[in-house]
């Protein structure tokens, strides 16, 4: 998935080997993001796609204090569990 997407958008646009560990909004409005990892430079950027588990979302492993969710995905973030997926 991630190399289709890098394809589609371009090598430069896809962050890879860095762990994220904040989003904040950089825009009142939310058209600008900055996104904070660990051991790189921070990147501000127009467009977030976060697939992470809501667990590490939950947990404090990624800071969204600053990133002015709407409720309705807060309330998401904190309280849907899992998926049971079996074989």
């Known amino acids: 998935i991630v190399q289709r997407l890098a ?3 371009g090598d430069a646009a896809i962050r890879t080997g860095a762990v994220l560990r904040a ?5 009142p409005d939310g058209s600008r993001w900055t996104l904070a990892f660990d051991g ?10 976060l697939a992470l588990p809501f667990t590490m979302l ?11 969710l709407p409720t309705i995905k807060r309330t998401a973030i904190d309280e849907l ?5 079996c074989k």
């Open 23 to 27: 989003l904040r909004r950089a825009a």
């Open 7 to 9: 394809a589609a958008v």
């Open 58 to 68: 939950r947990d404090g492993r990624v800071h969204l204090s600053l990133a002015g």
């Open 40 to 49: 790189a430079p921070e990147v501000t950027v127009d467009r977030v796609v």
């Open 81 to 85: 569990g899992m998926g049971a997926n």
